[in-house]
């Protein structure tokens, strides 16, 4: 069934599936919808907020969402509140599954509170966006992507989860606290 595109026992799209399924019918056609991926700006919540906005609430730790690139002066923006995604490795180019070709890339980032590039700063929130490689010279719409967000586990870090959503709610709470001096 069409609308079961990466189901597999529950929400597991491919790159491929995203961009050549989901991604290509909302570039085409900005009305179009999926339950399981929402329409958000992204970048105006930090990210321990987007879990609540998504149509996913499980226990993946694995969130997706449509949203249009915030530009400023021709450049993408990637500041969001309390801090900002820093772009790390090199784009990766995404193929078509039967043909090779590619149809579109994706970009990894990961969360840094907020100002300081500085190790201290960088978080546990990675997010992989995918765009559309667009060939047709006509479409001139406002850039969409799909985002794939992951809150990575603090095992290996030495915090336990507990600690990073209290801090991580702790900053949000100054943020709106900020806002409203």
């Known amino acids: 069934m069409d609308s079961l595109v990466g189901y597999r026992y529950t929400f597991q799209p491919t790159?491929?599936?995203l961009v050549s399924h989901y991604l290509k019918k909302k570039t085409r056609d900005p009305a179009f919808t999926f339950p399981l991926i929402r329409d958000v700006d992204i970048y105006k919540y930090h990210p321990c907020e987007l879990p609540g906005l998504s149509s996913i609430q499980s226990d993946e730790q694995v969130w997706y969402f449509f949203s249009t690139l915030a530009k400023s002066g021709g450049r993408v923006s990637?500041?969001?509140?309390?801090?900002?995604r820093k772009i790390t490795g090199k784009d990766r180019v995404v193929?078509?599954?039967h043909s090779n070709n590619p149809i579109g890339f994706k970009k990894t980032l990961v969360f840094y509170q907020g100002s300081n590039l500085g190790k201290q700063n960088r978080t546990n929130w990675v997010m992989h966006e995918y765009q559309y490689l667009n060939k047709d010279p006509v479409f001139t719409g406002t850039e969409v992507v799909v985002c794939r967000l992951k809150r990575i586990s603090n095992e290996g870090q030495?915090?336990?989860?507990?600690?990073n959503l209290m801090e991580c709610e702790s900053q949000c709470l100054i943020d709106?606290?900020?806002?409203?001096?």
């Open 95 to 97: 193929k078509a599954k």
């Open 15 to 17: 790159p491929e599936e």
């Open 158 to 163: 030495g915090l336990g989860e507990e600690n």
């Open 176 to 181: 709106d606290f900020q806002r409203l001096m």
């Open 78 to 84: 990637r500041k969001a509140k309390g801090g900002f």
